[in-house]
C-alpha cells in the first residue's frame, strides 16, 4: 500500500465521508509519533538498565521489570508470582515490613505493582531529587528481601481479599478465569495471575525462597528510569546500589510446556455466579508478541471492535441489536495467546442468534479483505493509542521495558510503528483465514448460574 | 465487560479529589522478626535511606485563559512533545439540575449528544472521528456534563468543529433515544449486581437525602423509562450556552490557533439567560446503619461516611489533610489497621467528595463476608478517634509531605494541568491557589486538623451501608455495638421512597 501523507485541511470531515459513501481509497496517513530517546547499559552482574532524560516536570520514574510471571508458577503454585510480589513490600535488610511504601508516601511520590503472565512489575513516582531514594529502595529487595511464616501468612489472606474483591464479588469478573481455564489445555496460561484459593493456601516458605534465588536475580531484571535526571549521574547511583549484588550462580529457566495445538471446534456452556446476563465468548488461539502476524491482528481487532464504527459494535449492538455490549480483542502476549470476542446477550435474545452474529463478522473477515479506508482507520486509531500511550514517564518506561524484556530487543519500543503502518488488507485478510478456523474454534456460552434465584427472600430480622 | 461497565463510569474532570490505589500505603506499627527470603548469603551494608539531590523549583505551568464575547470561558495548555491536541468542554451543569422525581436526565441528554445532530447521523459521527483515529466521549457527572475529545493535531479543526456540532446540534431523535435508553437500563441491570455501586447510590441517597446528589445521576430504571424527548430538548436548551460553559483546548497547536479556532467553532454559539442556580437543601446528617442483601456474595461493601464541605469552602483543604491522616496517601490509619495488622481487606481508605453546594466524606473498604462486623467496627472507631484524639505530629507532617510532594506529579500531563485549572474555575476558586498550593498546604497544623475534625466529623451521625451476604453477618452487628440495622434485599430497593423499600402495593418498576 502507497501512503502519502497529507495535511487534514478545513472541512476534511466532509471530504472523507463522500470518500467513505464511495469507496474510494483515501491517502491521508497517521502522524509520526516523535521517538523516545534513551539508552541501554548492562550491568556485570546481567541487570540491564534502560535511561530516557525528559526535563519537562521535576519529576522521575522508576520502572523494574522481572521476568517472571504466572506463566512461571509449578504446578500446584497457581498466583504465586503475586503472591510473591505483595511480598516484596514485607521488609529487607534496610527496610522494615511495610515501610517501602510509606518511605515513598513521605517525599510525595507514589508506588506500587503488578503482575501479569509473564512479568512482574515494580514501579515508583517521585520528585526527581528522591531518584537516589528509590534505586536504594529497589536494590535492598532485590538483594536482601526477608520473610518469615507471619508475613507471608498475613499477605496471603490480603491476597485471598484481593480475588474475592476483583474478580469473585464483581459482575463478569469470572470471564478471565473461564476463558482461559477453557481454552487452554496445557500452558500455564490456562490459569490467571490471581490463581486458585487452594493454590494460595499451599504456599509455603520454602517456595517463596525458591522463587526468589531462581527469578529475583539482576540478569532476570531491567531496570527503567525515564524523567529528569542526568543520565551519567543516574548510572553512576545504579552501579553504587545495584552493581553490589552479585551475580546469580544458575541460569534462568526458560522452559514452559507448549499448548498443542485444538484438536477441533468445541462448544461449552457453563454457568458462572455473578453473571447478571447471559455471554458468547467466541475463542481462537493466535500466535505471540513479535510474530510478524501479530501486527495484522491488532488491525484486525481494530477493524472488528474499535470505536462505535467498528463492526462488531455497528453489527451486533447498533443494526441488529442482539448484543448489549460487545467487542473483540486480541492479546498478544510472550507465549501464543488467544484472539476472543465476548457478546452480552441483549435481553429477548438468544446465545444461539449472538453466536451466529459474532461467527459471521469473523467470517467476512476471511472472506475478503476489509476496505482501504477501514484499514486506513484502524491505524490511525493505532496512532492515537501509540501517542496517548507515551504521555507520562510510566508509560514511556513500559514501552521501553516490554521491548526490552519481551521481545529481548528495546528498539522494538519505536521500531513496531513502522511495521503497524505498513500492514496492509490483504495482510489482514490472510491472518483472518489463517487463525479463524473452524477447528480451533471453541465458543464458550455463560450463562447466570440458576441454582441460585436472583433475588430470593425477603428482608432478614 | 470492563467496557460496559465504563460506560456507566462517568467522571468529569477532578472534583472527586482521589481514586483508589491498589496498594494502601500505611505507617508501620509493628517490627515484626524476619529471615531472609534467600539461602543464598551476600555481604550487605546496614545504612539509612540516601539523603536527596538538590531539589528543582517546582511551578504551576503556564496556561492562558480567554473569554469570548458570547461568554465562553476558553482555557489553553500548550505542549509540544508529541503531535496530539485534546478539546473538551465543560457545561456547568449535571445531574444536580436534574428534577427531584426524574433522575438521569442530564446523564441521557448527555449521552445523546454524539448520537445525531441537525446534519449528522450517529453513524457518520461516529465514521468521522473513527477515521481519523479520533475519540469522543460524552458523559454528565454530579455538577456538569462533558464533551471530550482528542486527535492528531493535524485534525484539531475538525476536532472543534465536531465539539461544535455535538455540543450546541444534537438532534436527539427518537430511535437514538430509544437505543441510547436501551443501552442505560441494560447497564443499570449490570450495575445492581455491582456491589460496589450498589453501596455508592444508597450512600449517596443516605447522605444527600431527596437533593439531586442523591439520586444515582444515571437514574433509576424507573426514571429512566419515564425520560421524554421534551425532558431532553429542555434539558439542552435550558443549560447548553456559552455563557455557562468553558472549553479546554490542549496539546500540540498554538495559542493563536487554539483561540481563533475556538472563536471559529463557537464564536457563533448564542449566549443566553442562565438558569436558576440547582437546589442547595441538604439534608442533616443522621445516623442510619443500611444492609443491602446479595445472597451468596463472598465479600461485603463497607461504606461509612456523612455530609462535609462542598468544594469551595476555607476548610476543605485542612479536612482533606484529616481525612488523608485517616484514610489516604501518607497517612492511612484504616490501612494500617485492616489490611496491614489484620488482614481483613486488599484494600482500606478514605476520601472527600467535594461538589458545588456541598460534600461528604467516606470511608470504604471490601473484606469477606464473616469479618464484616469486625470490618465496620474498626472503621467506625477510626473515625470516632480522629475526632477524639488531637493527631501526632509525625501524622500530619506525613499527609502533608505527600499532598506537597505529590504536587509535581499531579502537572505531569497538560491534561491534568487543565484539569486543575478548570476545576478552579468550575467552584469559583482563586486562580492564584494554584501556584501557592504547597505553601497553603504545609500552612496547616495539629491545631487545625483538631479543629476541622472536631467541627466537620460526627460519629453519632454516620450514614453506614453494607453490600452483601446479610446472613453471614447481620447477628454480629448488635454484637459490637450497631442497633437499628435496616435490610434490604435488592429487589425491594427504591431510592425515591424515604425507607428505602419498595412499596408493596406499587408495580415492580
Partial sequence: MVCKRV???????????????????????????????????????????????????????????????SKNEPTGRTGFAHLFEHLMFKGSHNVRSDEHLTLISRVGGDGNAYTTEDATVFLETVPSQYLPLVLWLEADRMATLRINQTTLDSEREVVKEERRWRYENEPFGMLPEIIYDHAFTTHPYKHTAIGSMADLEAASINDVREFFDTYYVPENATLTVVGDFESENALQMIEHYFGRIPKATNPVPREIPREPPPTGERQVTVEADNWPLPAVVVIHPITYDGHPDAYPLHILSKILSDGESSRIHRELVYEQQVAVSAFGQQTIIEDPNLFYAVALVQPGRTPEEVTAALISELEKMKGEPPAEDEVQRAKNQFARDYVIGRMTNEQKAAHLAHAAVIHDDVTTADAEFDIFMDVTKDDVQRVAQAYFRDDNRLVLTILPRQSRGQFFGRALR | MRQLACRFGFVGIGVI????????????????????????????????????LIEQSVVFPEYQIRTLDNGLQVVFVGHYEQPIVNARLLVRAGASSDSRDKPGVAALAARLLNQGTATRTAQEIAGIVDYVGGALDVGAGPDLSFVNTIMMSDSFSLALDMLSDVVRSPAFSPEEIERQRQQVLSGLQVSYDDPAYLASIVFNRLIYGFHPYGMPHNGTPDSVSRITRDDLVSFHRDHYMPNNAMLAIVGDVTVEEAFLGAERAFGSWLPGSLPDGVDDAVPLPT???????????????????????????????????????????GGNRLGSVLRTQRSLTYAASADMVGRQIAGDFMASTDTRSVATAEALRLTVDEISRLRRERPQDAELRGAQAYLAGNFPITLETPNAIASQVLEAIMFGLDLEELETYRERINAVTVDDIERVSRDYVQPESLSIVLVGDASTFVDDLGRVGFQNVEVLSRSELDLAEADLRRKSSSPVR
Fill in chain 1, 7 to 69: 495535511r487534514h485541511i478545513f472541512g476534511v470531515a466532509v471530504v472523507v465521508l463522500v470518500l467513505m459513501m464511495l469507496g474510494v481509497d483515501p491517502v491521508n496517513t497517521a502522524v509520526r509519533p516523535t521517538k523516545l530517546d534513551y539508552r541501554i547499559v548492562t550491568l556485570p552482574n546481567g541487570l540491564k538498565v534502560i535511561l530516557s532524560e525528559d526535563h519537562s516536570t521535576p519529576i522521575v520514574h522508576l520502572q523494574l521489570w522481572y521476568h517472571v510471571g
Fill in chain 2, 287 to 329: 445516623r442510619r446503619l443500611v444492609v443491602i442483601d446479595k445472597p451468596g456474595s463472598v465479600q461485603t461493601a463497607v461504606r461509612v461516611g456523612h455530609l462535609a464541605l462542598p468544594r469551595a469552602h476555607e476548610d476543605f483543604l485542612a479536612f482533606d489533610l484529616a481525612v488523608k491522616i485517616l484514610g489516604g496517601e
Fill in chain 2, 17 to 52: 479529589s482521589g481514586v483508589c490505589f491498589l496498594l494502601t500505603t500505611a505507617p508501620v506499627f509493628a517490627q515484626r522478626s524476619s529471615a531472609s527470603a534467600s539461602d543464598v548469603e551476600i555481604e550487605w551494608p546496614s545504612e539509612a535511606p540516601p539523603p536527596p
